[in-house]
């Protein structure tokens, strides 16, 4: 054999070998490739089926609702008329035979006449003095407190009691002592976040 022939036989293998290399990258690359492409489309399948899963039926995405806000009302303490409104300014007492300011509302009503809790909750104090008599202290929640002062006291009354709006808490008396000459009334307070307010606030008084 002589030496041109040597020579084209090693450009041949060359050749072939080079051929193969290029044949074994390019089928690497497809492989990649086609692996790359199917993460891709698992990855939108997925996102695909998350979409659907947060949608509502009728294909509008939802949104957490707004928190309910409950509107407080009070019913009427007691069958009363009003006799002395809440007052910031001191007014006068008579039995006191002063000015002092007045944070209540005072309902003139017979002598015995049901007292009513104005709004569900439950019982948090009760008191009785010789100044004030019997005094029932109601928790409604959120820093809201109702208190009636100048009762006859009922039984089954007592802190931790649940009571509903409507349910008897007491009797119109005149164990008020500060306000004695005002004669037989309610006493109605009511405490927002430890503060004195206006119970007219939730309150609307029946015109008598």
């Known amino acids: 054999m002589n030496k041109q022939s040597v020579n084209l036989k090693g450009r041949k293998i060359l050749f072939l070998i080079a051929c193969i290399s290029l044949l074994v990258a390019l089928s690497v690359s497809l492989a990649l490739a086609l692996s790359i492409n199917k993460g891709s489309v698992g990855k939108n399948l997925n996102a695909s089926i998350e979409d ?3 949608e509502s039926p009728s294909g509008s995405i939802e949104t957490p609702s707004e928190p309910t806000v409950k509107t407080v009302t009070f019913i009427m303490p007691v069958d009363g008329t009003l006799s002395k409104g809440y007052s910031l300014v001191p ?12 944070l209540a509302l005072d309902f003139i009503a017979d002598e015995g006449s049901d007292v009513f809790a104005v709004y569900e909750g439950e019982v ?5 003095s010789i100044t004030q008599g019997v005094t029932v202290t109601i928790d409604h929640g959120n820093g809201l407190f109702t ?3 100048s ?3 009922v039984e089954d009354i007592s802190v931790g009691k649940k009571v509903q709006a409507g349910d008897i808490i007491g009797k119109v008396s005149t164990t008020n002592r500060q306000e004695y000459k005002d004669g037989a009334h309610l006493h109605f307070q009511t405490l927002e976040d430890g503060e004195y307010i206006n119970p007219e606030k939730y309150l609307v008084i029946d015109a008598k």
């Open 91 to 102: 007014v006068f007492n008579q039995t006191l035979g002063r000015y002092s300011s007045h």
């Open 52 to 54: 659907e899963d947060n």
């Open 151 to 153: 009762l006859e006291s």
């Open 147 to 149: 208190v009636y002062n």
């Open 124 to 128: 948090s104090n009760v008191t009785e």
